[in-house]
């Protein structure tokens, strides 16, 4: 069974992220949020943590060993400071991580270096599309074999810093199958829109949508090689990164309603010796720790290899989406008339939350 308490080097990483958290993140993320734009420089202070860095092997220009674990704790850390600055410094890792998931040597070999040993670039991937009955596991972008590669068709949603993006990662449906495709911004038939999308939060990471006409891959730029790849650990992967997430949001929003309603008088006692308040405080951390739980078990066996993990890194994220949105909506309740101003944060954690459900594919640990 895994252990409760980080080992050295991740407690000494999960400092660090909690410190970036604290210090940059938070104070940063209100007028991110209403100015529509992250500073740069508290980005680069993100990826200079080495979080990703961490996890590639030195054979790919990293300094360490994948660990789900790992991933799991300073995505959260990270989350309790800002969402949108989270997924903004660890937009490279879309790229990047699914390459060593199940990529091939070759493709390990020269697409990883470039992204990960240099200052923060907006490598990014697209998955996320329009519609009602999105399933990534089942998309409607597609991929058909055609002479010495590929041809991708279809239009994509969310796709965070594509504008700028050097490369993005595309997952098409090939045959029946998610499989992902390489793609370069300089691909004829690559249309990225002109204006960022407009959503309820994040406003602060730049997402676009992208379309392909008859955008042509080489065969080499197949994930995985000739041979293709099995979707599962990557999608497991952004599962589990948004229930880290998600467990972040929902600590951030319970840490200050509670504080809230420890200092909040009404009728000359504290709000939180108020029955109502205290029992939803308590519902609130219950649920808390009971999803962290399960995230932390999910990592457990991604890392272990366990034949479940898949089962349980889906189940970590749909009670990530549910647990997120119970306790946001409830910090809100808690302040009051104050929870529904946009001066405090807890209205914005509120609408974050409620776009984790949507977000499979714009994190990936």
Same mark, same amino acid.
């Given at each position: ?17 909690? !410190?970036? *958290?604290a210090n940059? @993140?938070?104070? &940063?993320?209100? $007028?991110?949020?209403e100015? /529509?734009?992250?500073?740069? #420089? ?7 943590l080495g979080?990703l ?10 300094f360490g ?6 991933g799991?704790?300073a ?11 989270t ?8 790229f ?15 697409f ?11 490598y ?11 399933d990534?596991?089942e ?5 058909k074999a ?8 279809g239009?994509k949603?969310f796709?965070?810093?594509a !504008?700028? *993006?050097?490369a993005? @990662?595309?997952? &098409?449906n090939? $045959?029946?199958?998610?499989? /992902?495709?390489i793609?370069? #911004?300089?691909?004829a ?7 960022a ?5 994040l406003?602060a990471?730049?997402t ?8 042509k ?26 229930a880290?997430?998600?467990v ?11 504080d ?13 010796q108020?029955?109502?308040i205290a ?9 808390i720790e ?18 479940? *993990? ?5 189940? &970590? ?7 997120v ?7 809100v ?13 807890v209205e ?5 939350g ?8 714009l994190?990936?640990?």
């Amino acid at each position: 069974m895994y252990s409760f308490e980080p080992n050295e080097e991740q407690q000494m990483l999960l400092e660090a992220v909690g !410190r970036f *958290a604290a210090n940059d @993140l938070r104070p &940063a993320g209100h $007028d991110a949020e209403e100015e /529509g734009t992250l500073p740069k #420089k508290v980005v680069s202070k993100g990826w200079e943590l080495g979080v990703l860095q961490a996890s590639v092997p030195e054979a790919y220009g990293g300094f360490g060993e994948r660990s789900a674990v790992t991933g799991v704790l300073a995505l959260e850390e990270m989350a309790f400071g800002d969402l949108a600055g989270t997924l903004a410094v660890n937009v490279p890792s879309l790229f990047v991580t699914p390459i060593l998931l199940v990529g091939s040597e070759e493709q390990k070999k020269e697409f990883i270096p470039p992204v990960i040993e240099m200052d923060w670039q907006p490598y990014t991937a697209a998955l996320i599309e329009y519609a009602l009955d999105f399933d990534p596991l089942e998309l409607k972008t597609f991929a058909k074999a055609e002479g010495d590669g590929y041809i991708l068709t279809g239009e994509k949603a969310f796709v965070p810093f594509a !504008r700028e *993006a050097e490369a993005m @990662l595309v997952y &098409a449906n090939l $045959d029946g199958n998610t499989q /992902g495709f390489i793609v370069p #911004k300089t691909a004829a038939g690559l249309t990225v829109r002109s204006e960022a999308e407009k959503l309820m939060s994040l406003n602060a990471l730049p997402t676009y949508r992208v379309s392909f006409e008859g955008v042509k891959v080489p065969k080499g730029n197949r994930l995985g090689g000739e041979a293709g790849h099995d979707f599962q650990p990557v999608l497991a992967s952004m599962r589990l990164a948004l229930a880290a997430m998600a467990v972040g949001v929902a600590r951030a929003a319970f840490e200050y309603s509670r504080d809230y309603a420890k200092e909040r008088e009404a009728f000359g006692v504290k709000i939180a010796q108020k029955q109502a308040i205290a029992f939803m405080l308590a519902e609130m951390a219950t649920e808390i720790e009971a999803i962290r739980m399960l995230t932390w078990e999910a990592a457990w066996k991604m890392d272990t290899g366990a034949e479940d *993990a898949f089962k349980d890194a889906y189940l &970590a994220a749909v009670g990530a989406a549910d647990m997120v949105m119970m306790v946001t909506d409830r910090a809100v309740q808690i302040l009051g008339g104050y929870g529904y101003i946009r001066e405090y944060p807890v209205e914005m954690w509120m609408r974050n939350g409620r776009g984790l459900a949507t977000l499979v594919g714009l994190a990936i640990l």
